[in-house]
């Protein structure tokens, strides 16, 4: 009998361990509970068999009994907390600036001032480069058609749409698509734009830019309840390139009840735009998949950068997939792809010196068929890491604070260098932001562990700047896209 219950010991502590090493590479692979997990895969077939043998229900009770675990994907919580108003949306490091964003090239040669809707509409027929038209104060309200830009600036001379002082003008679009700007050299500044649909569906885009629109600037505008606030792609084989969206905030107050796609910055087939310094927040779908992205560039564009950004999954609200930002997003079919080619849905693409954060049900940064993407000085902040998916895609990912692990899946291919993520953390579900950052839950980026920070970062070529607008350090950059060591002038809290 003494061999019996040595046996019998033996398998049991077999079990324990191979079921918790099952535990620990599921709870790795998924980053969530490996209950979890089990239960969303397992229940199904449990069901199925159950229905096949039910002599044996009783042991299929049991199995879920142990499954029964609640999947955070489908529960959609609204915070009890106030909304702000859009005048409260102003953060030191990204977002509006009070003052506005200067630029000479955009000072206008000829400046028409607008009351009424009707006003702006007649404006927009007569301007040429040069023309800045100027809301006056107050709330103006769309429905209709969507607001054609057809007339095209200049390189020097952009035609500007814009409120005088940021935040003093709210335009309310009860329409699928709010600016369709069809021409090159237009800039839309301080304006406040509200989707203001009966249903979420209807409330598509805050701006559409399309075919020759290039050189397209969005900046310092709080845009508010759309599915994809910024939409760009080809028209009639012309792609609009070399755009720029900056210091804006994007969010929106509720989970979209919606099947469309909600992805707040969605740019597909279009190259060299730069994305830098917005708060993007509060980006969820109810409706059809329940998969909503922060920001992607897709289409087979190239060169796209996405730099200085906070981009907070979950704020306001929780539940649904939500993924901070992506190189290749859910894929593009062939006809949208830029010259009709999706052999990689982007190339030579740039993610650095971010914040991503509260994405806990997804990674932070997905990577589909990208080829040539570099990702660094970034902070991934309770988020289940960068996956690297599909043949095509090959990146290089240096200098990041990553919770949760990077992951090759379906052949993808990354190398990867100076970055603080620990895979046994991530087994294990913890979070090494945790130990770097005074509080991350609460985007209290200030620093506990300098040791690991300070100096230890690979040299980049051409890195930009850090979230805070300084420079690396030349030869020894910080990890993270905070240089702590660079006589740092800014506090570096997040909303």
Not at 360 to 379: E, R
Request: proline residues 6%; contains cysteine.
């Amino acid at each position: 009998m003494k061999w019996l219950a040595v046996v019998c010991f033996v398998a049991l502590a077999l079990g324990i361990v191979g079921v918790s090493a099952a535990a620990l590479a599921t709870q790795y692979l998924f980053q969530e509970p490996a209950a979890t997990t089990w239960s969303r895969y397992l229940e199904p077939e449990i069901a199925w068999q159950r229905a096949k043998y039910p002599s044996a229900g009783w042991l299929f009770d049991l199995l879920q009994s142990f499954l029964d675990q609640p999947d955070p994907r489908e529960a959609f919580i609204v915070s009890s907390l106030p909304a702000s108003s859009p005048e409260d949306l102003s953060f030191s490091l990204v977002g509006p600036r009070a003052a506005g964003v200067l630029d000479a090239a955009a000072d206008p040669s000829h400046i028409v001032q607008v009351t009424s809707v009707k006003e702006f509409h007649t404006a927009l027929t007569s301007a040429s480069p040069g023309t800045a038209i100027e809301f006056a104060p107050g709330t103006y309200e769309f429905s209709g058609r969507s607001i054609e830009i057809t007339r095209p600036g200049a390189l020097s001379r952009p035609i500007v749409v814009r409120a005088v002082t940021p935040g003093e003008v709210t335009l309310r679009f009860s329409l699928a698509e709010g600016f369709h700007v069809r021409a090159p050299y237009w800039v839309f500044e301080n304006l406040v734009i509200e989707g203001a649909c009966e249903h979420d569906s209807r409330c598509e885009h805050a701006f559409h830019v399309v075919g020759s629109a290039t050189n397209t600037i969005i900046r310092n505008n709080r845009v508010i309840d759309f599915n994809s606030a910024v939409k760009a792609n080809d028209l009639a084989g012309q792609y609009p390139d070399e755009g720029l969206i900056s210091h804006n905030v994007f969010l929106n107050r509720h989970p979209r009840n919606t099947r469309n796609p909600v992805s707040v910055i969605d740019i597909v087939s279009a190259s060299r735009w730069t994305v830098r310094k917005n708060l993007i927040a509060d980006f969820a779908k109810a409706g059809g998949d329940g998969v909503s992205y922060g920001a992607f560039f897709k289409g087979a564009g190239e060169g796209n950068v996405f730099e200085q950004n906070v981009v907070r999954c979950e704020w306001r609200h929780h539940g649904g997939i939500r993924i901070g930002f992506s190189f290749g997003g859910g894929g593009t079919a062939q006809r949208f792809c830029r010259n009709n080619s999706c052999t990689n849905e982007h190339y030579d693409g740039v993610a650095r010196s971010n914040v991503i954060m509260d994405c806990p049900n997804d990674v932070g940064i997905y990577l589909n068929k990208s080829k040539g993407t570099l990702i660094h000085n970034n902070a991934l902040i309770n988020t289940r890491g960068i996956d690297v998916r599909f043949a095509g895609t090959s990146a290089l990912i240096v200098n990041n604070v990553i919770d949760g692990r990077i992951l090759a899946r379906s052949g993808g291919q990354y190398s990867q260098s100076n970055n603080i993520v620990d895979p046994l953390a991530a087994a294990f579900l913890d979070q090494v932001s945790q130990e770097i950052y005074a509080d991350p839950g609460k985007g209290d980026l200030r620093l506990n562990e300098l040791d690991r920070v300070l100096g230890k970062g690979l040299r980049i070529e051409d890195p930009g700047l850090d979230i805070c607008g300084q420079p690396y350090d030349p030869t020894a950059p910080d990890i993270g896209p905070i240089q702590y060591g660079m006589e740092l002038s800014c506090v570096p809290v997040f909303p």
